[in-house]
């Protein structure tokens, strides 16, 4: 008998088991259905971030600006009100036949001078920090843990950078060059002064380019931001004023190598002019054209090497 109602009674229920730690929960995800994009534009992205890092605060981007409009209204005053000024002492015949007698054939050449002591200013507080800032935030996890290619972010930032100073060593000697072909008095003379547009362009894109890889150079070379721009402060004015001294001291081609000269040697020799006195006078075009190169590509070569290196070595976290 009591192994029959032993036999009846139901076997007890086994203990349920424990919650495993780090239980991941659904809270409702759902798959993203917005648009995607080819992995070869991701550049774009980062170019617009740093467009839109340089304009936020008045002191990054604004002030250069601001200074850059001033210039610009001086320099077009100046060939508006006085067109039939004539300058003396500062042109010789350049290679083209012609001389540049009057203010409004001149103002455009003199003014690149401005245009790139702003654009130095703007490289100090845009170019200047932008891979070492990254590097110091740790904004390098940001991009690398989304499969940004190192070339991705080298592209970005130089087109990046390249569009702000643009604004500066482009936008504004375009302005005045349009002004010089509404001053002309005659179809004849519109046509012949038509060329001032590639010739500023040439220049302008030289000294965009060039104030915007260096910088960027010595940012990918020095982790640290304040260094950086103190060595880039440093090499534009020491070092280049240093290479400027010794070429008046030599009488040789040397100060190439400061870039203020280099641009103001390639300005005069795209306009056809020829200096009488000034920082380009002992520097050929060739040097100048060469140095100026040099610079952009040795500089953008760094920026490649160093971010590539961050990059497989996982900097900020990366992998």
């Excluded at 002591?117 to 590097?135: C, I, Q």
């Excluded at 950078?161 to 001053?183: E, N, S």
């Excluded at 400027?244 to 400061?258: E, F, H, Q």
Aim: net charge positive.
């Amino acid at each position: 008998m009591s192994d029959a109602s032993t036999a009846a009674s139901p076997a007890p229920a086994p203990a349920p088991a424990p919650a495993p730690a780090g239980t991941i929960h659904d809270l409702g995800y759902k798959r993203y259905a917005g648009a995607r994009h080819a992995r070869s534009t991701r550049w774009r992205v980062i170019a617009r971030h740093q467009i839109a890092y340089a304009w936020k605060t008045w002191w990054r981007y604004k002030s250069a600006l601001a200074l850059a409009v001033i210039i610009t209204c001086i320099a077009g005053g100046v060939m508006f009100l006085l067109s039939d000024q004539e300058v003396k002492g500062v042109f010789q015949l350049g290679k083209a036949g012609e001389i540049a007698t009057t203010l409004v054939d001149a103002a455009l050449p003199r003014s690149m001078q401005w245009y790139s002591r702003v654009a130095f200013l703007l490289s100090l507080t845009v170019g200047a920090r932008v891979v070492a800032g990254d590097v110091q935030s740790g904004a390098f996890t940001f991009y690398f843990a989304r499969s940004v290619r190192p070339r991705d972010y080298v592209i970005g930032k130089l087109i990046g950078v390249v569009a702000v100073v643009a604004t500066i060593m482009l936008a504004g000697p375009l302005l005045l060059a349009i002004a010089r072909l509404a001053l002309s008095d005659s179809t004849d003379e519109l046509v012949r002064t038509l060329p001032i547009i590639p010739k500023t362009i040439v220049v302008g894109g030289l000294g965009t380019l060039a104030f915007a890889a260096v910088p960027l150079g010595f940012s990918a070379l020095i982790r640290n931001p304040r260094y950086a721009l103190a060595m880039w402060a440093a090499y534009y004015l020491v070092v280049g004023g240093m290479m400027y001294v010794l070429s008046r001291a030599l009488d040789n081609g040397i100060g190439a190598l400061d870039i203020a000269t280099a641009i103001d040697s390639v300005t005069f020799d795209v306009f056809d002019l020829k200096l009488t006195w000034g920082r380009a006078k002992r520097v050929h075009a060739w040097a100048a054209y060469t140095s100026l190169l040099v610079h952009a590509g040795a500089s953008i070569a760094i920026v490649a090497y160093k971010v590539r290196r961050a990059h497989l070595e996982g900097i900020g976290g990366a992998s």
